[in-house]
């Protein structure tokens, strides 16, 4: 069962460059705040987490950022 607590909270995976803080900056201005309506969660492009099967099934091309929106189209996840 979803946890009410984090049922809306929209999941970033990223890793500190221009191209993933750039949704970070997207997201704090758009008014969500970390750790409330949005979590971190790392991609260490360098050490090659980005082909984890996990994350190619969020990101099929391999790339961060990616985003996971707990409320898409019919209520359904979307990324
Ligand atoms: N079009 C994408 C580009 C994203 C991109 O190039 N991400 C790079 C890091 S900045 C990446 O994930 N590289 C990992 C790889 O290609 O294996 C965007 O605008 O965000």
């Known amino acids: 069962m ?3 607590k984090t049922k809306n909270v929209i999941d970033v995976y ?3 460059t221009p191209n ?3 949704i970070h900056i997207m997201l704090e ?3 969500y ?3 409330r309506d949005w979590i971190a969660h790392p991609i260490d ?3 090659g987490d980005q ?10 091309n391999n790339k ?9 189209q019919d209520g359904k996840p979307i990324s």
């Open 2 to 4: 979803a946890n009410p």
């Open 14 to 16: 990223s890793w500190p």
């Open 20 to 22: 993933g803080h750039k």
């Open 29 to 31: 201005e758009c008014g």
């Open 33 to 35: 705040r970390l750790n």
């Open 45 to 47: 492009i360098g050490a």
């Open 51 to 60: 082909f984890a099967p996990a994350f190619l099934k969020i990101s099929p």
């Open 64 to 72: 961060i950022p990616a985003i996971v929106d707990p409320n898409g």
